[in-house]
T-cell receptor, first 111, second 115 residues
Framework: ELKVEQNPLFLSMQEGKNYTIYCNYS?????LYWYRQDPGKSLESLFV?????AVKQEGRLMASLDTKARLSTLHITAAVHDLSATYFC???????????FGTGTRLTIIP | KAGVTQTPRYLIKTRGQQVTLSCSPI?????VSWYQQTPGQGLQFLFE???????NKGNFPGRFSGRQFSNSRSEMNVSTLELGDSALYLC??????????????FGPGTRLTVT
């Protein structure tokens, strides 16, 4: 059974600082997703990573994938308050649409 | 392009009742997946429908069921509601993995409260 571990669960950081969220998964997969969720809202798609070494960047967020280590990272550069949210990674199962989600990382950016 | 829509957005039901939730995917998307989100269990996969057929199912009791119509709209039903069914139910829309398109887009969710 595919398991996805995300850490840290909670992250409080100051504006302007850099930090990384980690996502480990237990079995081979062909795709990994990052989503953002604001309180009381749905999931907003951030990135889809498909191959080993894949790196995608959007603004202050950069995601990477190491399929050999079964690890993805979401790096936040020079954090701003607007990035405060809960971030989820999700791993796809081979051949079907099912996603297995990590526990989420609640990120709070302090001015 | 319109996004994924879910109705109703909020629902309050009593234990023992049943409920039906609806999801309309993005135009052209043929796969609809359902997820339950609770503070204790996080986001859990319920089932996925493609071309009116259930292709995959999560580990939920038989009280949870769904269906998909020819226009790709999907409904999920929960019978004999329990307090633990209180959750945010999210619907995800995607084109199809076989088409090489991997993005999954989520609707706004239906917040179900069981009293």
């Amino acid at each position: 059974e595919l398991k996805v571990e995300q850490n840290p669960l909670f992250l409080s950081m100051q504006e302007g600082k850099n930090y990384t969220i980690y996502c480990n998964y237990s079995t081979t997969s062909d795709r990994l997703y990052w989503y953002r969720q604001d309180p009381g809202k749905s999931l907003e798609s951030l990135f889809v990573l498909l191959s080993n070494g894949a790196v995608k960047q959007e603004g202050r967020l950069m995601a990477s994938l190491d399929t050999k280590a079964r690890l993805s990272t979401l790096h936040i550069t020079a954090a701003v308050h607007d990035l405060s949210a809960t971030y989820f990674c999700a791993v796809g199962s081979f051949g079907n649409e099912k996603l297995t989600f990590g526990t989420g990382t609640r990120l709070t950016i302090i001015p | 392009k319109a996004g994924v829509t879910q109705t109703p957005r909020y629902l309050i039901k009593t234990r023992g009742q049943q409920v039906t939730l609806s999801c309309s995917p993005i135009s052209g998307h043929r796969s609809v997946s359902w997820y339950q989100q609770t503070p204790g269990q996080g986001l859990q996969f319920l089932f996925e429908y493609f071309s009116e057929t259930q292709r995959n199912k999560g580990n939920f009791p038989g009280r949870f069921s769904g269906r998909q119509f020819s226009n790709s709209r999907s409904e999920m039903n929960v019978s004999t509601l329990e307090l633990g069914d209180s959750a945010l139910y999210l619907c995800a829309s995607s084109f199809d993995l076989a088409g090489g398109k991997y993005e999954q887009y989520f609707g706004p969710g239906t917040r179900l409260t069981v009293t």
